[in-house]
Protein backbone atom coordinates (compact mmCIF):
# COMPACT_ATOMS: atom_id res chain seq x y z
CA UNK A 1 0.00 0.00 0.00
CA UNK A 2 0.85 3.58 -0.68
CA UNK A 3 -0.24 6.86 -0.50
CA UNK A 4 1.24 10.04 -2.51
CA UNK A 5 -0.21 12.74 -0.76
CA UNK A 6 1.14 15.06 1.23
CA UNK A 7 1.76 15.09 4.90
CA UNK A 8 0.20 18.34 6.21
CA UNK A 9 1.98 20.74 8.76
CA UNK A 10 1.10 24.05 10.62
CA UNK A 11 2.74 26.30 12.78
CA UNK A 12 1.62 29.83 13.97
CA UNK A 13 4.76 31.41 11.80
CA UNK A 14 7.66 29.46 10.03
CA UNK A 15 9.12 28.26 12.90
CA UNK A 16 7.52 24.60 12.38
CA UNK A 17 9.36 24.37 9.28
CA UNK A 18 12.58 23.35 11.58
CA UNK A 19 10.29 20.35 12.20
CA UNK A 20 9.37 20.18 8.15
CA UNK A 21 13.19 19.91 7.78
CA UNK A 22 13.53 16.83 10.53
CA UNK A 23 10.51 15.21 9.21
CA UNK A 24 12.18 15.37 5.53
CA UNK A 25 15.47 13.88 6.42
CA UNK A 26 14.23 11.05 7.66
CA UNK A 27 11.31 10.67 4.98
CA UNK A 28 12.72 11.88 1.74
CA UNK A 29 9.83 10.45 -0.08
CA UNK A 30 7.27 12.40 1.30
CA UNK A 31 6.05 15.37 -0.22
CA UNK A 32 4.85 18.22 2.32
CA UNK A 33 2.26 20.76 2.72
CA UNK A 34 2.86 23.62 5.25
CA UNK A 35 0.82 25.94 6.63
CA UNK A 36 2.63 29.15 8.50
CA UNK A 37 -0.46 30.96 10.45
CA UNK A 38 2.05 34.60 9.74
CA UNK A 39 -0.89 36.71 9.76
CA UNK A 40 -2.69 35.87 13.23
CA UNK A 41 0.53 34.76 15.12
CA UNK A 42 2.49 34.60 17.72
CA UNK A 43 -0.29 31.76 19.56
CA UNK A 44 1.72 32.24 22.77
CA UNK A 45 0.53 35.14 23.72
CA UNK A 46 -3.29 34.48 23.36
CA UNK A 47 -5.90 32.96 25.10
CA UNK A 48 -6.90 28.80 24.86
CA UNK A 49 -10.63 29.74 23.04
CA UNK A 50 -8.38 31.87 20.33
CA UNK A 51 -5.77 29.37 19.75
CA UNK A 52 -8.67 26.56 19.75
CA UNK A 53 -10.27 28.66 16.43
CA UNK A 54 -7.43 29.65 14.63
CA UNK A 55 -5.69 26.04 14.92
CA UNK A 56 -9.06 24.00 13.99
CA UNK A 57 -9.45 26.48 10.65
CA UNK A 58 -5.82 25.94 9.66
CA UNK A 59 -7.22 21.93 9.90
CA UNK A 60 -9.85 22.68 7.85
CA UNK A 61 -7.42 24.23 5.49
CA UNK A 62 -5.29 21.82 5.29
CA UNK A 63 -7.51 18.73 5.13
CA UNK A 64 -9.50 20.45 2.28
CA UNK A 65 -6.34 20.35 0.26
CA UNK A 66 -5.93 16.51 0.82
CA UNK A 67 -3.07 15.54 3.43
CA UNK A 68 -2.75 12.10 4.38
CA UNK A 69 -1.46 12.90 8.38
CA UNK A 70 -1.17 15.82 10.16
CA UNK A 71 1.59 17.47 12.34
CA UNK A 72 0.85 20.15 14.53
CA UNK A 73 3.97 21.96 14.97
CA UNK A 74 3.38 24.71 17.03
CA UNK A 75 3.69 23.44 20.84
CA UNK A 76 1.26 25.87 21.85
CA UNK A 77 -1.24 24.28 19.27
CA UNK A 78 -0.03 21.04 20.54
CA UNK A 79 -0.80 21.59 23.73
CA UNK A 80 -3.93 23.67 24.16
CA UNK A 81 -6.02 22.32 20.97
CA UNK A 82 -4.62 18.81 20.19
CA UNK A 83 -8.09 17.10 21.35
CA UNK A 84 -10.55 19.02 19.39
CA UNK A 85 -8.43 18.92 16.46
CA UNK A 86 -8.09 14.95 16.71
CA UNK A 87 -11.87 15.17 16.82
CA UNK A 88 -12.24 16.83 13.96
CA UNK A 89 -9.69 15.05 11.63
CA UNK A 90 -10.17 12.02 9.70
CA UNK A 91 -6.71 11.19 9.35
CA UNK A 92 -4.05 10.97 12.08
CA UNK A 93 -2.96 13.49 14.52
CA UNK A 94 0.70 14.34 15.63
CA UNK A 95 1.38 17.05 17.79
CA UNK A 96 4.92 17.73 19.67
CA UNK A 97 4.20 17.68 23.11
CA UNK A 98 4.00 13.74 23.60
CA UNK A 99 7.19 13.07 21.17
CA UNK A 100 8.95 15.97 23.16
CA UNK A 101 7.72 13.95 26.66
CA UNK A 102 8.97 10.42 25.52
CA UNK A 103 12.67 12.36 24.25
CA UNK A 104 12.55 13.91 27.77
CA UNK A 105 12.03 10.06 29.73
CA UNK A 106 14.58 8.99 27.45
CA UNK A 107 17.39 11.34 28.38
CA UNK A 108 17.06 9.43 31.57
CA UNK A 109 17.58 12.23 33.66
CA UNK A 110 15.94 13.32 36.71
CA UNK A 111 15.07 16.83 37.06
CA UNK A 112 13.54 18.04 34.07
CA UNK A 113 12.75 21.96 33.03
CA UNK A 114 10.65 22.89 30.04
CA UNK A 115 10.70 26.17 28.56
CA UNK A 116 8.34 27.28 26.09
CA UNK A 117 5.28 30.22 25.84
CA UNK A 118 3.06 31.50 28.38
CA UNK A 119 0.25 29.34 27.14
CA UNK A 120 1.95 26.37 26.66
CA UNK A 121 3.66 26.45 30.43
CA UNK A 122 0.36 27.89 31.80
CA UNK A 123 -1.34 24.87 30.22
CA UNK A 124 0.92 22.23 32.38
CA UNK A 125 0.75 19.89 29.16
CA UNK A 126 4.33 18.80 28.97
CA UNK A 127 4.69 18.72 33.01
CA UNK A 128 1.35 16.39 32.61
CA UNK A 129 2.83 14.27 29.98
CA UNK A 130 5.77 13.33 31.47
CA UNK A 131 4.29 12.70 34.72
CA UNK A 132 2.20 9.80 32.80
CA UNK A 133 5.38 8.41 31.53
CA UNK A 134 7.53 8.66 34.64
CA UNK A 135 6.05 9.67 37.83
CA UNK A 136 9.36 9.95 39.79
CA UNK A 137 10.58 12.80 37.42
CA UNK A 138 10.87 16.59 38.76
CA UNK A 139 9.74 18.88 36.10
CA UNK A 140 9.63 22.57 36.56
CA UNK A 141 8.38 24.77 33.61
CA UNK A 142 9.14 28.19 32.56
CA UNK A 143 7.89 30.79 29.96
CA UNK A 144 10.21 32.60 27.68
CA UNK A 145 8.10 34.85 25.93
CA UNK A 146 11.30 37.19 24.69
CA UNK A 147 13.11 34.15 23.14
CA UNK A 148 10.96 34.26 19.98
CA UNK A 149 11.33 38.13 18.91
CA UNK A 150 14.58 37.30 19.68
CA UNK A 151 15.10 34.53 17.50
CA UNK A 152 13.13 36.24 14.64
CA UNK A 153 14.97 39.21 14.78
CA UNK A 154 17.91 36.71 14.27
CA UNK A 155 19.47 37.82 17.55
CA UNK A 156 20.54 34.26 19.06
CA UNK A 157 24.18 35.08 19.96
CA UNK A 158 24.11 38.66 20.88
CA UNK A 159 24.28 40.55 24.39
CA UNK A 160 21.01 40.83 23.98
CA UNK A 161 20.25 37.08 23.76
CA UNK A 162 22.36 35.98 26.56
CA UNK A 163 20.98 39.02 29.04
CA UNK A 164 17.60 37.43 28.31
CA UNK A 165 18.69 33.77 29.06
CA UNK A 166 20.46 34.31 32.13
CA UNK A 167 17.05 35.76 33.56
CA UNK A 168 15.08 33.56 32.39
CA UNK A 169 17.41 30.44 33.01
CA UNK A 170 19.42 30.86 35.89
CA UNK A 171 16.78 29.62 38.18
CA UNK A 172 16.76 26.41 36.42
CA UNK A 173 20.85 26.34 37.14
CA UNK A 174 19.47 26.85 41.27
CA UNK A 175 17.34 23.86 40.57
CA UNK A 176 19.65 21.32 39.36
CA UNK A 177 17.99 20.25 36.58
CA UNK A 178 19.70 18.18 34.24
CA UNK A 179 17.53 18.18 30.64
CA UNK A 180 16.02 21.46 29.10
CA UNK A 181 12.96 20.28 26.94
CA UNK A 182 12.58 23.06 24.25
CA UNK A 183 9.11 23.62 23.67
CA UNK A 184 8.81 26.32 21.12
CA UNK A 185 10.04 25.01 17.02
CA UNK A 186 12.01 28.79 17.75
CA UNK A 187 14.15 28.03 20.90
CA UNK A 188 16.15 25.36 18.55
CA UNK A 189 17.95 28.69 17.19
CA UNK A 190 19.14 30.10 20.64
CA UNK A 191 20.50 26.46 21.07
CA UNK A 192 24.41 28.29 21.80
CA UNK A 193 23.09 30.48 24.04
CA UNK A 194 21.33 28.23 25.84
CA UNK A 195 23.60 25.87 26.39
CA UNK A 196 26.44 28.49 27.63
CA UNK A 197 23.66 29.76 30.19
CA UNK A 198 23.12 25.89 31.42
CA UNK A 199 26.30 24.14 30.76
CA UNK A 200 26.36 20.26 31.49
CA UNK A 201 22.12 20.44 30.72
CA UNK A 202 21.46 18.19 27.93
CA UNK A 203 18.66 20.01 25.48
CA UNK A 204 15.53 17.81 24.41
CA UNK A 205 14.14 19.43 21.04
CA UNK A 206 11.04 17.56 19.91
CA UNK A 207 11.78 17.40 16.26
CA UNK A 208 13.61 14.70 16.68
CA UNK A 209 11.05 12.92 18.52
CA UNK A 210 8.35 13.66 15.94
CA UNK A 211 9.95 11.64 13.44
CA UNK A 212 9.33 8.61 15.69
CA UNK A 213 5.70 9.44 16.35
CA UNK A 214 4.55 9.77 12.92
CA UNK A 215 6.36 6.79 11.25
CA UNK A 216 3.54 4.07 12.80
CA UNK A 217 1.39 6.25 11.47
CA UNK A 218 2.51 6.76 7.88
CA UNK A 219 1.50 5.17 4.32
CA UNK A 220 4.59 5.88 2.67
CA UNK A 221 4.28 7.59 -0.92
CA UNK A 222 6.20 5.20 -3.45
CA UNK A 223 8.15 8.42 -5.57
CA UNK A 224 11.23 8.86 -6.19
CA UNK A 225 12.93 11.45 -3.88
CA UNK A 226 13.59 13.88 -6.42
CA UNK A 227 10.27 13.88 -7.02
CA UNK A 228 9.00 14.95 -3.52
CA UNK A 229 7.76 18.58 -2.96
CA UNK A 230 7.56 20.89 -0.75
CA UNK A 231 4.98 23.77 -0.98
CA UNK A 232 4.41 26.11 1.72
CA UNK A 233 1.23 28.30 2.33
CA UNK A 234 1.61 31.82 4.52
CA UNK A 235 -1.84 33.86 5.65
CA UNK A 236 0.66 37.20 5.43
CA UNK A 237 3.06 37.47 2.65
CA UNK A 238 5.37 39.80 4.11
CA UNK A 239 8.87 39.61 2.89
CA UNK A 240 10.29 38.83 6.10
CA UNK A 241 8.44 35.41 6.40
CA UNK A 242 10.13 34.63 2.60
CA UNK A 243 13.43 35.00 4.40
CA UNK A 244 12.86 33.43 7.82
CA UNK A 245 11.42 30.46 5.64
CA UNK A 246 13.95 29.20 3.69
CA UNK A 247 16.67 29.34 6.52
CA UNK A 248 14.48 27.18 8.84
CA UNK A 249 13.57 24.77 5.73
CA UNK A 250 17.16 24.73 4.92
CA UNK A 251 16.49 24.54 1.14
CA UNK A 252 14.74 26.58 -1.87
CA UNK A 253 10.57 26.40 -1.43
CA UNK A 254 9.06 25.14 -4.51
CA UNK A 255 6.06 26.58 -4.02
CA UNK A 256 5.14 29.78 -1.91
CA UNK A 257 1.49 30.62 -1.62
CA UNK A 258 -0.50 33.53 0.29
CA UNK A 259 -3.60 32.50 1.52
CA UNK A 260 -6.11 33.48 3.53
CA UNK A 261 -8.05 31.89 6.44
CA UNK A 262 -10.96 33.58 8.12
CA UNK A 263 -12.91 30.90 8.99
CA UNK A 264 -13.06 28.87 12.22
CA UNK A 265 -12.81 25.34 11.01
CA UNK B 1 -24.77 71.28 19.38
CA UNK B 2 -23.88 68.60 20.85
CA UNK B 3 -23.11 64.40 20.35
CA UNK B 4 -23.68 62.05 23.08
CA UNK B 5 -22.31 59.53 20.94
CA UNK B 6 -18.43 58.14 21.68
CA UNK B 7 -15.66 59.00 20.16
CA UNK B 8 -14.22 54.95 19.28
CA UNK B 9 -10.33 54.63 18.96
CA UNK B 10 -8.28 50.94 17.90
CA UNK B 11 -5.18 49.58 18.29
CA UNK B 12 -3.59 46.23 17.25
CA UNK B 13 -3.36 45.68 20.93
CA UNK B 14 -3.83 47.73 24.59
CA UNK B 15 -1.18 50.13 24.20
CA UNK B 16 -3.74 52.75 22.38
CA UNK B 17 -4.60 53.35 25.94
CA UNK B 18 -2.17 55.64 26.41
CA UNK B 19 -4.02 57.63 23.49
CA UNK B 20 -7.15 57.31 25.48
CA UNK B 21 -5.63 58.28 28.57
CA UNK B 22 -4.87 61.37 26.61
CA UNK B 23 -7.84 62.16 24.98
CA UNK B 24 -9.82 61.27 28.44
CA UNK B 25 -7.25 64.29 30.01
CA UNK B 26 -8.66 66.71 27.57
CA UNK B 27 -11.75 65.75 26.76
CA UNK B 28 -13.21 64.48 30.36
CA UNK B 29 -16.81 64.63 29.36
CA UNK B 30 -16.15 62.30 26.26
CA UNK B 31 -17.08 58.67 26.33
CA UNK B 32 -14.42 55.97 25.11
CA UNK B 33 -15.07 52.55 22.87
CA UNK B 34 -11.69 51.32 22.86
CA UNK B 35 -11.12 48.54 20.65
CA UNK B 36 -7.75 46.34 20.87
CA UNK B 37 -7.24 43.76 18.22
CA UNK B 38 -5.42 41.30 20.58
CA UNK B 39 -6.28 38.13 18.72
CA UNK B 40 -4.25 38.89 15.89
CA UNK B 41 -1.26 41.52 17.28
CA UNK B 42 0.73 42.55 16.80
CA UNK B 43 0.57 44.54 13.22
CA UNK B 44 4.15 45.90 12.70
CA UNK B 45 5.79 42.63 11.35
CA UNK B 46 3.06 41.86 8.80
CA UNK B 47 1.91 42.90 5.06
CA UNK B 48 0.49 46.51 4.35
CA UNK B 49 -2.44 43.64 2.94
CA UNK B 50 -2.82 42.05 6.37
CA UNK B 51 -2.52 45.34 7.71
CA UNK B 52 -5.67 47.06 5.82
CA UNK B 53 -7.35 44.34 6.20
CA UNK B 54 -7.90 44.02 9.81
CA UNK B 55 -7.94 48.13 10.14
CA UNK B 56 -11.07 48.00 8.02
CA UNK B 57 -12.39 44.86 10.27
CA UNK B 58 -11.97 47.21 13.11
CA UNK B 59 -13.39 50.36 11.54
CA UNK B 60 -16.55 48.39 10.61
CA UNK B 61 -16.89 46.94 13.93
CA UNK B 62 -16.77 50.26 15.96
CA UNK B 63 -18.95 52.07 13.08
CA UNK B 64 -21.56 49.73 14.01
CA UNK B 65 -21.51 50.56 17.21
CA UNK B 66 -22.12 53.75 16.37
CA UNK B 67 -19.05 55.86 17.35
CA UNK B 68 -18.85 59.75 16.10
CA UNK B 69 -15.09 60.28 15.55
CA UNK B 70 -12.69 57.50 14.97
CA UNK B 71 -8.68 57.55 16.29
CA UNK B 72 -6.46 55.13 14.70
CA UNK B 73 -4.37 55.33 18.03
CA UNK B 74 -2.05 52.57 15.92
CA UNK B 75 0.97 53.59 14.16
CA UNK B 76 1.44 50.90 11.45
CA UNK B 77 -2.47 50.85 11.15
CA UNK B 78 -1.90 54.77 11.04
CA UNK B 79 0.97 54.34 8.41
CA UNK B 80 -0.55 51.58 6.41
CA UNK B 81 -3.96 52.21 6.33
CA UNK B 82 -5.18 55.31 6.94
CA UNK B 83 -6.90 56.49 3.32
CA UNK B 84 -8.94 52.91 2.79
CA UNK B 85 -9.99 53.86 6.55
CA UNK B 86 -10.94 57.04 5.72
CA UNK B 87 -12.72 56.61 1.92
CA UNK B 88 -14.83 54.01 4.27
CA UNK B 89 -15.43 56.30 7.13
CA UNK B 90 -18.43 58.68 7.33
CA UNK B 91 -17.45 60.16 10.35
CA UNK B 92 -13.95 62.32 11.05
CA UNK B 93 -11.18 59.80 11.62
CA UNK B 94 -7.62 60.86 13.16
CA UNK B 95 -4.55 59.23 12.56
CA UNK B 96 -1.24 59.04 14.93
CA UNK B 97 1.59 60.03 12.14
CA UNK B 98 0.17 63.28 11.24
CA UNK B 99 -0.40 65.02 14.77
CA UNK B 100 3.28 63.17 15.57
CA UNK B 101 5.18 65.15 12.57
CA UNK B 102 3.01 68.36 13.81
CA UNK B 103 5.14 68.15 17.22
CA UNK B 104 8.18 66.92 15.72
CA UNK B 105 8.24 70.12 13.72
CA UNK B 106 7.03 71.97 16.77
CA UNK B 107 10.41 71.05 18.33
CA UNK B 108 12.16 72.88 16.07
CA UNK B 109 15.07 70.64 15.75
CA UNK B 110 16.81 70.60 13.13
CA UNK B 111 17.72 66.65 12.93
CA UNK B 112 15.07 64.29 13.62
CA UNK B 113 14.93 60.23 14.64
CA UNK B 114 11.70 58.23 14.42
CA UNK B 115 11.42 54.88 15.79
CA UNK B 116 8.81 52.51 14.98
CA UNK B 117 8.04 49.14 14.08
CA UNK B 118 9.13 47.32 10.55
CA UNK B 119 6.35 48.28 9.13
CA UNK B 120 5.84 51.96 9.78
CA UNK B 121 9.54 52.53 9.65
CA UNK B 122 9.42 51.02 5.68
CA UNK B 123 5.81 52.85 4.93
CA UNK B 124 7.65 55.84 5.23
CA UNK B 125 4.96 57.36 6.44
CA UNK B 126 6.69 59.46 9.24
CA UNK B 127 9.22 60.35 6.59
CA UNK B 128 7.22 62.15 4.28
CA UNK B 129 4.59 63.53 6.79
CA UNK B 130 7.67 65.51 8.42
CA UNK B 131 9.29 66.80 5.13
CA UNK B 132 5.92 68.18 4.03
CA UNK B 133 5.79 70.49 6.32
CA UNK B 134 9.23 71.29 6.70
CA UNK B 135 11.95 70.62 3.71
CA UNK B 136 14.51 71.52 6.08
CA UNK B 137 14.41 68.20 8.10
CA UNK B 138 16.64 65.63 7.98
CA UNK B 139 14.62 62.80 9.37
CA UNK B 140 16.23 59.44 9.91
CA UNK B 141 13.77 56.23 10.94
CA UNK B 142 14.69 53.26 12.26
CA UNK B 143 12.92 49.79 13.19
CA UNK B 144 13.20 48.66 16.83
CA UNK B 145 11.12 45.60 16.84
CA UNK B 146 12.16 43.90 20.07
CA UNK B 147 10.84 46.81 21.98
CA UNK B 148 7.38 46.32 21.69
CA UNK B 149 7.61 42.65 23.57
CA UNK B 150 10.05 44.13 25.54
CA UNK B 151 7.55 46.52 27.00
CA UNK B 152 4.74 43.99 27.55
CA UNK B 153 6.82 41.82 29.43
CA UNK B 154 7.43 44.67 31.60
CA UNK B 155 11.11 44.61 31.03
CA UNK B 156 11.79 48.31 30.45
CA UNK B 157 14.59 49.37 32.53
CA UNK B 158 16.52 46.30 33.05
CA UNK B 159 19.53 44.77 31.75
CA UNK B 160 17.99 43.69 28.34
CA UNK B 161 16.20 46.65 27.94
CA UNK B 162 19.11 48.71 28.27
CA UNK B 163 21.83 46.64 26.01
CA UNK B 164 18.90 46.42 23.61
CA UNK B 165 18.54 50.21 23.74
CA UNK B 166 22.06 50.93 23.06
CA UNK B 167 22.28 48.32 19.59
CA UNK B 168 18.77 50.23 17.94
CA UNK B 169 19.56 53.58 18.88
CA UNK B 170 23.89 53.91 19.40
CA UNK B 171 23.63 55.06 15.28
CA UNK B 172 21.43 57.75 16.37
CA UNK B 173 24.19 59.28 18.61
CA UNK B 174 26.23 59.16 15.38
CA UNK B 175 24.00 61.21 13.59
CA UNK B 176 23.87 63.46 15.99
CA UNK B 177 19.83 63.92 16.31
CA UNK B 178 18.00 66.18 18.80
CA UNK B 179 14.53 64.79 18.73
CA UNK B 180 13.42 61.33 18.78
CA UNK B 181 9.72 60.55 17.39
CA UNK B 182 8.46 57.63 19.52
CA UNK B 183 6.44 56.74 16.39
CA UNK B 184 4.58 53.22 18.25
CA UNK B 185 2.05 53.52 21.71
CA UNK B 186 4.28 51.07 23.33
CA UNK B 187 7.21 52.76 23.57
CA UNK B 188 6.57 55.48 25.60
CA UNK B 189 6.71 52.61 28.35
CA UNK B 190 11.00 52.46 27.95
CA UNK B 191 11.11 56.67 27.96
CA UNK B 192 13.69 56.47 30.78
CA UNK B 193 16.11 53.76 28.93
CA UNK B 194 16.11 55.72 25.38
CA UNK B 195 16.42 58.97 27.40
CA UNK B 196 19.53 56.80 29.24
CA UNK B 197 20.61 56.08 25.82
CA UNK B 198 20.85 59.37 24.19
CA UNK B 199 20.71 62.23 26.67
CA UNK B 200 19.49 65.30 25.30
CA UNK B 201 17.72 64.23 22.92
CA UNK B 202 13.86 65.79 22.65
CA UNK B 203 11.65 62.54 23.01
CA UNK B 204 8.19 63.25 20.84
CA UNK B 205 4.90 61.54 21.98
CA UNK B 206 2.11 61.56 19.30
CA UNK B 207 -0.64 61.27 22.06
CA UNK B 208 -0.35 64.89 22.74
CA UNK B 209 -0.79 65.91 19.60
CA UNK B 210 -3.44 63.97 19.03
CA UNK B 211 -5.26 65.91 21.15
CA UNK B 212 -4.60 69.29 19.09
CA UNK B 213 -5.98 66.93 15.95
CA UNK B 214 -9.03 65.81 17.73
CA UNK B 215 -10.90 69.24 18.92
CA UNK B 216 -11.27 71.06 15.67
CA UNK B 217 -13.67 67.76 14.80
CA UNK B 218 -15.15 66.79 17.53
CA UNK B 219 -18.72 68.00 18.30
CA UNK B 220 -18.36 67.46 22.18
CA UNK B 221 -21.13 65.47 24.73
CA UNK B 222 -23.08 67.73 27.21
CA UNK B 223 -22.87 65.00 30.08
CA UNK B 224 -21.19 65.32 33.66
CA UNK B 225 -17.73 64.08 33.63
CA UNK B 226 -18.89 61.12 35.80
CA UNK B 227 -21.26 60.12 33.97
CA UNK B 228 -18.71 59.60 31.09
CA UNK B 229 -17.97 55.73 29.92
CA UNK B 230 -15.29 53.71 29.04
CA UNK B 231 -15.54 51.00 27.57
CA UNK B 232 -12.96 48.54 26.28
CA UNK B 233 -13.45 45.74 23.99
CA UNK B 234 -10.67 43.20 22.58
CA UNK B 235 -10.63 40.37 20.60
CA UNK B 236 -8.73 38.40 22.22
CA UNK B 237 -9.20 37.89 26.10
CA UNK B 238 -6.20 36.62 27.28
CA UNK B 239 -5.72 37.63 30.96
CA UNK B 240 -2.44 39.33 30.16
CA UNK B 241 -4.47 42.08 28.16
CA UNK B 242 -6.40 42.35 30.91
CA UNK B 243 -3.77 43.56 33.68
CA UNK B 244 -2.01 45.41 31.15
CA UNK B 245 -4.75 47.31 29.98
CA UNK B 246 -5.75 49.03 33.30
CA UNK B 247 -1.95 49.90 33.24
CA UNK B 248 -2.04 51.71 30.43
CA UNK B 249 -5.10 53.45 30.85
CA UNK B 250 -4.49 54.70 34.19
CA UNK B 251 -8.19 54.02 35.76
CA UNK B 252 -10.75 50.80 36.05
CA UNK B 253 -12.23 50.01 32.89
CA UNK B 254 -16.01 50.31 32.95
CA UNK B 255 -16.60 47.37 31.01
CA UNK B 256 -14.24 44.88 29.07
CA UNK B 257 -16.14 43.00 26.60
CA UNK B 258 -14.44 40.12 24.32
CA UNK B 259 -15.53 40.43 20.57
CA UNK B 260 -15.14 38.14 17.64
CA UNK B 261 -14.24 40.29 14.53
CA UNK B 262 -13.84 37.95 11.79
CA UNK B 263 -15.06 40.16 8.38
CA UNK B 264 -13.07 41.61 6.37
CA UNK B 265 -14.41 45.57 6.84
Known amino acids: MSDPRPIGVFDSGVGGLTVVRRLREEFP ?79 GKKRIGVIGTEATVASGAYVRAIARRAPDREVIARACPLFVPLAEEGWTENPVARATAEIYLAPFREERIEALVLGCTHYPLLKTTIEATLPGVVLVDSADAVCEAVRPLLTPARRNEDESEYHVCVTDAAQRFRIVAERFLGRAIDRLEHVEITGAG
Request: proline share 6%; hydrophobic share 45%.
Open 29 to 107: RESFLFLGDTARLPYGTKSRETVERYSLANVGFLLARDVKLLVVACNTASALALEPIEKMSPVPVVGVIEPGADAAVAT
